[in-house]
């Protein structure tokens, strides 16, 4: 991989540095409740896709050191590509989304692809570090040390991108209590002051004040406050409770559907959900509830709402959160 003029590439770098790239994306591969990546497919394009980032990153730094400028640019546009993989990503799992009980939301799909697609450039930055620190260790110490210094550097990065995989969820941002689910005007179901829907059907009805939870979700924070009033942010919470206490619904069923509403019209900023969980156990979901991702779309919304203020007078919270 040298030319006439070029200096001699070292693999001692580009060694460490996809070792340590591919490293970085398998740590930070999980599967979850979320269901993605599935398996065996969609481990072998997160796999098969870190293992191209580590690459690019780990060539990287060796190609423009041995002046093989060509190679350096041809990589800086491969990495490009990266942007048609998550679209790829979006358009299936939005495919897939169609045929979800209770779907996760244009919102949700959108983080999921982003986290793909940034991961991926953790695991080139992660490779890029190893090799450049390996390398000019290596232009002027003994390989022994490059060695060392690029597996000190990829223990570093390392830690530094997994500290950086985990974004935030709703638990920062709202607090959760079990509501009581009732019945207005005959056939309007709520959950404590919040109206959800109504349900025509009396056995319907009969169900929800059986076997039916309601959970009043109140903002802590402003950004809380802009998050809930975002449609994708609870759909996402509507999804995500579904998915690890199940729900005791089906396809045409849309009055046992679970339902994430604002409390309107003289709203306080508080949202309610309610499900028939197939797992009815409260405190499981309350704590689905405060694991939902806080979404992208959504994380950085802030309202300033009357009623969030004589809140956090009360309870002496800092503006922002």
């Avoid at 497919?41 to 980032?53: E, K, M, P």
């Avoid at 060539?59 to 490009?80: D, G, I, Q, R, S």
Wanted: charged letters at 15%.
């Amino acid at each position: 991989m040298s030319s006439g003029g070029s200096a001699p590439i070292h693999w001692i770098p580009i060694g460490l540095g996809i070792v340590a790239g591919v490293i970085a994306r398998l740590l930070a591969l999980r599967s979850d409740y979320r269901h993605y990546p599935g398996y065996p497919a969609g481990y072998v394009s997160h796999i098969t896709l870190g293992f191209l980032s580590a690459v690019i990153g780990a060539v990287f730094f060796p190609a423009l050191a041995a002046k093989e400028y060509t190679a350096a640019t041809f990589l800086v546009l491969a990495a490009t590509n990266f942007t048609s993989v998550r679209k790829l990503e979006t358009a299936k799992l939005e495919s897939l989304d169609s045929y979800t009980l209770v779907q996760r939301g244009p919102g949700y799909i959108q983080g999921i692809a982003q986290t793909f697609e940034e991961r991926n450039y953790l695991a080139m930055g992660v490779a890029v570090l190893t090799s450049i620190v390996s390398q000019l260790v290596d232009m002027h110490f003994s390989h022994v040390w490059a060695i060392g210094a690029g597996v000190l550097a990829a223990i570093l990065s390392i830690w530094a991108a997994l500290s950086l995989k985990s974004g935030k969820t709703l638990r920062e941002s709202v607090s959760v209590k079990v509501g009581k689910l009732h019945f207005e005007k005959g056939s309007l179901l709520y959950v404590d002051q919040v109206m959800l829907m109504e349900v025509g059907l009396p056995r319907a009805r009969d169900r929800w004040l059986k076997e039916g939870v309601g959970v009043v979700i109140t903002p802590k924070t402003r950004r809380g406050a802009g998050a809930l009033w975002s449609l994708s942010q609870r759909q996402a919470i509507a999804h995500s409770v579904a998915a690890l206490v199940g729900t005791r619904s089906d396809f045409g069923y849309p009055e046992r559907t679970p339902l994430c509403r604002m409390e309107l019209p003289q709203g306080h900023g508080q949202a309610g959900l309610a499900l028939i969980p197939v797992a009815n156990d409260p405190q499981r979901i309350l704590n689905a509830l405060l694991a939902t991702p806080l979404l992208e779309s959504a994380k950085y919304a802030a309202l300033h709402d009357p009623a969030l203020e004589q809140w956090e007078q009360e309870h002496h919270v800092e503006e922002g959160g």
